[in-house]
C-alpha cells in the first residue's frame, strides 16, 4: 500500500470531524450576534417574527380555505419530520458505530466487495416511502377539490356571492357583478372599488381572478390563496372569513418594479353592517356643500351598529392608531371628518377637473369617468390609499400626491399621468395648497 500520506495534504485531516465541531459552534454564535443586531430596530414587531403571529401570518387562519392550507402543511411537517428522525438516527447509528478506530482504521482499504444489501430491506423501504407519500396525497388530493370552489351546502344555502378581482400593475380592482351602478357616462356596470373589497362575515365568497397586463397572484394570507391572476385566463377562488376582521392581501407573484407594494384589504362586515356598506357604496359621490355638512353634523352618513365597540380610538392620527387596531380605523373612516370646509372641498373637485385626475379615475355622480385608475367614488372611507401601502390619513395623502413614484416607483399616476414619458415633461404641477384641497375633496368621498 501507497503512503497516503504522500498524497494527501494534511489539511485534509483537519476536515474531521473532531476540529470541526468548534469551529461550527465559533462562527454559528458570531452569526446568531449579528443577526440579533440587525433585528434589533425592529424591536416594536420582534415578537410578531419570533412568534410568526404577524398580520400575514398563515399560521393563524381564520377562514376555513386558510385552515385546509395550513393543515395539510402541517401533514407534510409531520411526515417530513418522521423521515428526518429515522433517516438521522440510522446515519447517526452508522457514523458511531463504524467510525475510525485507531490509525490502522483510518488508512485501511475499502472492502472489495461491498454488501449489496437485504432485499427485505430495499423493498421495506420502497413501501414505506410508498406509504409516506399516500399519506401525504390523500389529504393533498382532498384540499385541491375542497379549495376549488365553493362548497355546495353554501351554494345550496345560498350563502355566497361574487366577487371579481383584477390585477393592475399595480393594485387592485373589485367588482361586484351582482350589484349593478349606473356609470357617469350612462349605461350600467358592477359597483367597484379599489384595493379594499368588502364582504360579509361568514358567507362563502367566490372571487374571479383576472388582469389586465402581467400574471399577478392573489393571496389573503389568513384566508386563502394563492392563485394566478393570468392573462386570457378565468382563474378563480374561494374564501370565507368566519368573524368581521381586517385581513391583509398581497400580490403573490413578482410583477414588476412596484410588485412589492401592491397589496389589498378584505374587511369583514356582520351582514347587517355589510348591508349599509353596500347602500351607500351605491350611492353616488357625497357632495360636501355647506348644507349638506350642516345636516350631516346631526345625522352621520353611515353609521355601523358594531362601532360602539371602537373603544378609545376617537381620532384619526395616523400609523400608530392604524397599527394598534387597523379595523376600528377602518370603521372611523365610514364616518365624515369633523369640521369639514365645504370651499376647500369645492376647490379640490374643481382642480380634480382641472389637473386631468377626472380622465383616469371614476368618481360616480361627480366629473371623474377615467378606468385606468382606482374608482374613487368613495375613497374616502378606505382605510389605505396607494394599493394598501400607505393608511389613508390627510398627511399620507398630501405626501402620495406630493411625490407617488417614491411609494410605488412606476406607478401610471406619475409616469403618464403627471409626467409625459416620452419627454419626461410635467404635464401640470400641484402647489402644497392645491393638493390640500384635493386631499380635503378626496377625504369628503365617504
Ligand atoms: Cu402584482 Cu406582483
Same mark, same amino acid.
Given at each position: ?10 489539511? !485534509? ?20 450576534? #449579528? ?15 419570533? /412568534?410568526?403571529? +404577524? ?5 393563524? /387562519?381564520?377562514?376555513? #380555505? ?74 393533498? !388530493? ?40 349606473? =356609470? ?24 374571479? =381572478? ?34 368581521? +376582521? ?63 365597540? #371602537?373603544?378609545?380610538? /376617537? ?32 376647490? +379640490? ?13 371614476? #368618481? ?25 401601502? =400607505? ?9 402620495? !400626491? ?42 369628503? =368621498?365617504?
Amino acid at each position: 500500500m501507497a503512503p497516503r500520506t504522500t498524497l494527501m495534504p494534511p489539511l !485534509l485531516h483537519m476536515t474531521r470531524t473532531r476540529s470541526v465541531l468548534p469551529l461550527i459552534s465559533r462562527v454559528g454564535t458570531a452569526l446568531a450576534a #449579528v443577526l440579533a443586531l440587525a433585528l434589533l430596530p425592529g424591536c416594536n414587531k420582534l415578537h410578531q417574527v419570533f /412568534s410568526l403571529s +404577524g398580520p400575514q401570518s398563515t399560521m393563524l /387562519s381564520e377562514g376555513p #380555505v386558510a385552515r385546509a392550507q395550513w393543515d395539510l402543511f402541517m401533514v407534510t411537517v409531520y411526515v417530513t419530520m418522521f423521515i428526518f428522525v429515522i433517516v438521522g438516527a440510522v446515519l447517526a447509528y452508522a457514523q458511531i458505530k463504524f467510525r475510525a478506530k485507531s490509525e490502522a482504521d483510518e488508512h485501511a482499504e475499502a472492502a472489495a466487495e461491498a454488501g449489496h444489501g437485504n432485499p427485505f430491506v430495499e423493498i421495506g423501504l420502497i413501501a414505506g416511502s410508498v406509504a409516506l407519500l399516500v399519506i401525504i396525497a390523500i389529504p393533498t !388530493l382532498k384540499d385541491i377539490w375542497y379549495t376549488y370552489d365553493v362548497p355546495k351546502a353554501d351554494v345550496d344555502s345560498g350563502n355566497t356571492m361574487e366577487v371579481t378581482a383584477t390585477g393592475y400593475q399595480w393594485w387592485f380592482k373589485f367588482e361586484y357583478p351582482a350589484e349593478m351602478v349606473k =356609470l357617469p357616462t350612462g349605461g350600467e356596470a358592477p359597483l367597484a372599488t379599489g384595493n379594499e373589497v368588502v364582504v360579509p362575515a361568514g358567507v362563502a365568497v367566490r372571487v374571479n =381572478l383576472r388582469t389586465v397586463d402581467v400574471i399577478h397572484s392573489f393571496w389573503i394570507p389568513k384566508l386563502a390563496g394563492k392563485v394566478d391572476m393570468m392573462p386570457n385566463r378565468a382563474n378563480h377562488l374561494w374564501f370565507k372569513a368566519e368573524k368581521p +376582521g381586517y385581513f391583509y392581501g398581497q400580490c403573490a407573484e413578482y410583477c414588476g418594479e412596484s410588485h412589492a407594494v401592491m397589496r389589498f384589504r378584505v374587511i369583514a362586515l356582520k351582514p347587517s353592517d355589510y348591508a349599509k356598506w353596500l347602500e351607500n357604496q351605491k350611492n353616488g359621490a357625497r357632495t360636501a356643500t355647506a348644507q349638506v355638512i350642516a345636516a350631516e353634523a346631526e345625522a352621520p352618513h353611515v353609521q355601523f351598529a358594531s362601532m360602539k365597540d #371602537v373603544g378609545p380610538h /376617537s381620532t384619526l392620527a395616523g400609523s400608530v392608531e392604524f397599527d394598534a387596531d387597523p379595523f376600528a380605523f377602518w370603521q372611523k373612516m365610514q364616518t365624515t371628518d369633523k369640521g369639514e370646509d365645504a370651499a376647500h372641498i369645492a376647490a +379640490g373637485r374643481k382642480l380634480f377637473q382641472d389637473k386631468t385626475c377626472i380622465t383616469c379615475h371614476t #368618481v360616480r355622480g361627480h366629473e371623474g369617468i377615467g378606468i385606468t385608475g382606482p374608482e374613487l367614488t368613495h375613497v374616502g372611507a378606505r382605510s389605505t390609499i396607494a394599493a394598501g401601502v =400607505l393608511e389613508n390619513t390627510p398627511d399620507r395623502l398630501h405626501q402620495w !400626491l406630493t411625490d407617488p413614484n417614491y411609494f410605488k416607483p412606476g406607478n401610471k399616476m406619475y409616469n403618464g399621468g403627471y409626467v409625459d414619458v416620452a419627454s419626461g415633461q410635467h404635464k401640470f404641477t400641484l402647489t402644497g395648497e392645491e393638493i390640500d384641497s384635493i386631499v380635503a375633496y378626496l377625504r369628503s =368621498l365617504k
